[in-house]
């Protein structure tokens, strides 16, 4: 079992940052591959990044590769999303997950956080 807590949301400008955290309860942290996802009002949950258990791997969505960056610390039980040059459609509720293969699909997350929500102005 893993619980997920997000933390980091808040407002920013357009062209500014922001960096979202989530804090993973449980021995097993390790084990997971990690993803966050966004939602916004009115559209459907999409896949933003994904970082294997030896953050060996990432990916990214075409809409946030070279601006976002995913990174995890095993030691300290928690995934980063680092949001740099945000755009007011960057604008939704973030949430991480935990998926026991590094996958980007949302059906093959198991564990989700409660969501944190990020809003950019432009």
């Known amino acids: 079992q893993v619980h997920l807590v997000e933390s980091g949301g808040g407002l920013a400008q357009a062209g500014g940052s922001l960096r979202l955290s989530c804090a993973a309860s449980?021995?097993?942290?390790?084990?997971?591959?990690m993803g966050w996802f966004r939602q916004a009002p009115g559209k459907e949950r999409e896949f933003v990044a994904a970082i294997s258990w030896s953050s060996s791997t990432t990916y990214y969505a075409d809409s946030v590769k070279g601006r976002f960056t995913i990174s995890r610390d095993n030691a300290k039980n928690t995934v980063y999303l680092q949001m740099n040059s945000l755009k007011p459609e960057d604008t939704a509720a973030y949430y991480c997950?935990?998926?026991?293969?590094?996958?980007?699909?949302?059906?093959?997350?198991?564990?989700w956080g409660q969501g944190t929500q990020v809003t950019v102005s432009s």
């Open positions: 997950a935990a998926a026991r293969i590094f996958v980007t699909r949302e059906l093959q997350y198991d564990y």
């Open positions: 449980g021995r097993t942290f390790s084990r997971y591959a």
